[in-house]
C-alpha cells in the first residue's frame, strides 16, 4: 500500500494531468443513461487537483454510448452512419454533463473535438496546440474527444486511449491516467488465469509484456488493453508517465492518491527533456535566424528569443519549422523551433515586441523562438535546465 501510494506522488506532482473515461464507466450498460453520482465524484477530485495548481485535461468517451440509446438504435453492432448520428445526439449530452458537474465546483469548461489529422497533421497540431495552451492559460479544463460525426473509419483513431496519449504528448503532459474498467495489467487474464499477476510498474514496453495484452478484450468502448498498450508506447517515448486504474469507484483519482491497485507505465525522462531531444536530434533546419550579440548572451542565460535580436532570416521557413540560430561571426548557437514562418519573421527581425501587431495586422507573440522550443549548442551560455 504505502509503495503504491508512493507511486502515486506522480499524479500528486504533474504539472499537466490527462484523465481519460472509458464509456464504460460513464454510462450505465442496462439503462444508457449517465452515471451521474459517479461522474460527481470524479468531477470533484479533478476539482482538488485543479485546485493544487495542476492543469487537468479530459478525454471522455461515452458519446456513442449516450446517444444511441436517446436517438432510439438498436442494441449491438452498430452501421458506421449510426454511429456517427448516436455520437452527434450523444455528444451534445456528454458535453452538458460535463459543463454540469464541472461548473458546480466553479471550473470553465471547453468542449474539444479531434479527428485524427488534427494530432497526424502538423499544421493543425500546431493550431490544435495552441488553442489547448490558451484554453489553459486562461484556467479552462478542456474536454476532448474524437469528432466521430465527420471520422470515418480510415481516418479514425476509433479509440481514446491514444487520442488521449497524442493530446498529453501534444501538451509535454507529465500524468496520463486512463479510468477503465480494469485495475491494470496482468501476465495473463486474472478472468480466466488465477495465477495472473498484477503488474505494478513498468519501464520499458518489451514484447513479453506488449502480449500481455492480449487482444481488445474490455467490455464497452473500442479500447482493450491492446489500445492501452498503444497509449503508454506513446506517452513514454513523450515523457509522460501512464497510470491504469479501475475508474468504477466513487472518486477514482483520490483512490490512485490513496493507493488503489493500478499499474504505471513510468518515463524516463521529463517531456522537456525529450522534446528537446527531438528539435536537437532529428531535425533538419529549414532556415536561419541570425541574431545580434545581445540576444546571443540573453540566450546564453536560458531566455528566449525575441524579434528585437535577430538582425536577419536566411531560408523560407513555416511556423513549427526547425531553425538554426546564429551568432553575427556565422557561429551556431542552437536550434530551435520558429513561432513564425520565414516571412512574418522577417518583417518583424530587429523591432520591439509592442510593434508586432501594426507590422504583422494581428497580435503574434514576442519570442520567435520560445526557450522550451531551444536548444543551444553545449558550451553556449550557461548549462541548460529543464524547468
Ligand atoms: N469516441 C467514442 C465515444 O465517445 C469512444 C471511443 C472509445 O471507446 O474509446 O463514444
Redesign the pocket.
Known sequence: MEARRSAARRLQQARRVVV?I??ALLVDQATGRLNRHWLETLAADLARLHARGQQVLVV????????RRHAGLPAGRLKLEE?QA??AV??IR?AHAWKEVLEQHGLKVAQVLLTLDDTEQRRRYLNARSTFLTLLGLGVVPVV??N?TVATSEIR?????R?AARVAQMLAADCTVLLSDVDGLYTSDPARDRAAVHLAEITDITAPIAAMAGGPGTA????GMA?KIEAARIALAAGCHLCIARGAVAHPLQAIEDGARCTWFVAGQSPLAVRKQWISGTLRPAGELIVDAGAAAALGRGKSLLAAGVTAVRGRFDRGDAVRIVDPTGTELGRGLSGYTSADAARIAGRRSGEIEGLLGWRGRAEIVHRDDLVLVPGTGRREEDD
Not at 483513431?157 to 486511449?161: A, F, I, L, P, V
Open positions: 481519460k472509458g464509456s471522455s468517451s461515452g458519446a456513442i454510448a449516450l446517444g454511429s448516436a455520437a450523444g455528444q456528454l474527444n474524437e466521430d483513431y476509433g479509440d481514446n486511449d487520442l464497452d468502448g473500442s479500447g489500445t
